[in-house]
């Protein structure tokens, strides 16, 4: 067993769409970034990498690269899963929190569960995806940007 823990933040803009979890959520505001800004995708890839010590999402798909640019990340989830099934690794279960003051999330969740259970290749029901307010408090609280927190444990593959 191998448990790998992930971290993203992206920041509020105008004009753009504001993707979580494979979902684009109607909002004033989108999320700044060179791929699609997906900040829980970003931090569940980086969940997957560090369980199969195998860097970071940074490392394997540079902002620098025009490749990326505008890319949805969950192309770049279906790749991250696919170099750590390279590794020798399966994925066991994922857990993720997403924190944001606004827009209300919760009637989105289950499709991005979905999104996140296919492009991984598990049931849905190894994948949880959860959402908090910081009660107005910090940069999210401002609203400001939005953070997300991920969790994953791999099984080595026999
Ligand atoms: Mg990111």
């Known amino acids: ?8 933040v992206h920041a509020f803009v105008e004009g753009r769409p504001l993707i979580l ?9 989108g999320l700044l970034g060179h791929s699609d800004a997906d900040v829980l995708l970003h931090a569940i890839c980086d969940a997957l990498f560090g369980a199969a010590a195998l860097g ?7 902002d620098s690269d025009p490749a990326y640019k505008g890319v949805s990340s969950v192309v770049l989830l279906e790749k991250t899963v696919t170099l750590v099934a390279q590794k020798g690794f399966a994925v066991a279960n994922i857990d993720s929190t997403l924190v944001l003051q ?3 999330i919760a009637s989105y969740v289950p499709v991005m569960v979905d999104n ?6 598990v049931p849905a029901g190894c994948v949880s995806v959860k959402a908090t307010t910081t009660e107005e ?7 400001e940007g939005v953070a997300a927190y991920a969790v994953v444990l791999l099984q080595e593959k026999r």
């Open 116 to 121: 996140i259970a296919r492009a991984m290749h």
């Open 1 to 8: 067993m191998r448990v790998g823990f992930g971290y993203d």
């Open 137 to 143: 408090l910090g940069f999210t609280g401002r609203e």
């Open 21 to 29: 979890g494979g979902v684009e959520i109607p909002y004033t505001h």
């Open 56 to 62: 970071d999402l940074g490392l394997h798909f540079p």
């Open 102 to 104: 606004r827009p209300r």
